[in-house]
């Protein structure tokens, strides 16, 4: 079984300051590693994936996520927020076992950008 | 580009009452799922599906129920609502890598 534990529930941080959200993952077989961000009242949407290769990845809006094997982690970060990066944000895994396994979710955490 | 569709949006039950969430997705996706989402809890798998006429039970199944007669829709169905049920319902489509493509949800309450 896999499992996901993001580490902090809340994390304010003042406008253009750095942040780091952290996930730590438990599997027994390769996984697949995603964040995901939930706006206020919508869908999550994508922000970034693991899939192989290269273990660091970014996203479109600069964030960006290391995925570190030794010590099953995959930490969120950006070096300067923006008020529009306030939302909740979702570390999610998957493997591929005889089919893709259905994405299990951390319990989310709620960045608060401070102007 | 409707990708995953969710009807409704929102619905309040009363307890003993049933209903179905309707999902439909236009991406061709073999893999699709229902997850709900309580505050601090994270989302947490109900029913999946790995193609038309298979379905398998998530971590949260009881009260549930699905079926998927068809690769495009994949509907929910509560029988007798229930307080517990209160929650905002997702459902999502997939291919390949796993990366998930989500609806708006439904923001169910029972009264």
């Known amino acids: 079984a896999q499992s996901v534990t993001q580490l902090d529930s809340q994390v304010p941080v003042f406008e253009e300051a750095p942040v780091e959200l952290r996930c730590n993952y438990s599997?027994?077989?390769?996984?697949?590693l995603f964040w995901y961000v939930q706006y206020p009242n919508q869908g999550l949407q994508l922000l970034l994936k693991?899939?192989?290769?290269?273990?660091l990845v970014e996203s479109i809006n600069g964030f960006e996520a290391e995925f570190n094997k030794s010590q099953t982690s995959f930490h969120l970060r950006k070096p300067s927020v923006h008020i529009s990066d306030t939302a909740e944000y979702f570390c999610?895994?998957?493997?591929?076992?005889?089919?893709?396994?259905?994405?299990?979710f951390g319990k989310g955490t709620r960045l608060s950008v401070i102007a | 580009n409707a990708g995953v569709t969710q009807t409704p949006k929102f619905r309040i039950l009363k307890i003993g009452q049933s209903m179905t969430l309707q999902c439909t997705q236009d991406?061709?996706?073999?893999?699709m799922y229902w997850y709900r989402q309580d505050p601090g809890m994270g989302l947490k798998l109900i029913y999946y599906?790995?193609?038309?006429?298979?379905?398998d039970k998530g971590e949260v199944p009881n009260g549930y129920n699905v079926s998927r007669s068809t690769t495009e829709d994949f509907p929910l169905r509560l029988e007798l609502a229930a307080p517990s049920q209160t929650s905002v319902y997702f459902c999502?489509?997939?291919?390949?890598?796993?990366?998930?493509?989500f609806g708006q949800g439904t923001r169910l309450t029972v009264v």
């Open positions: 999610a895994v998957s493997s591929f076992h005889s089919g893709n396994t259905p994405l299990v």
């Open positions: 693991y899939l192989s290769g290269s273990t």
């Open positions: 999502a489509s997939s291919q390949g890598s796993g990366e998930a493509f």
């Open positions: 599906s790995v193609g038309a006429g298979i379905t």
């Open positions: 599997s027994s077989v390769s996984v697949y």
């Open positions: 991406m061709n996706h073999n893999y």
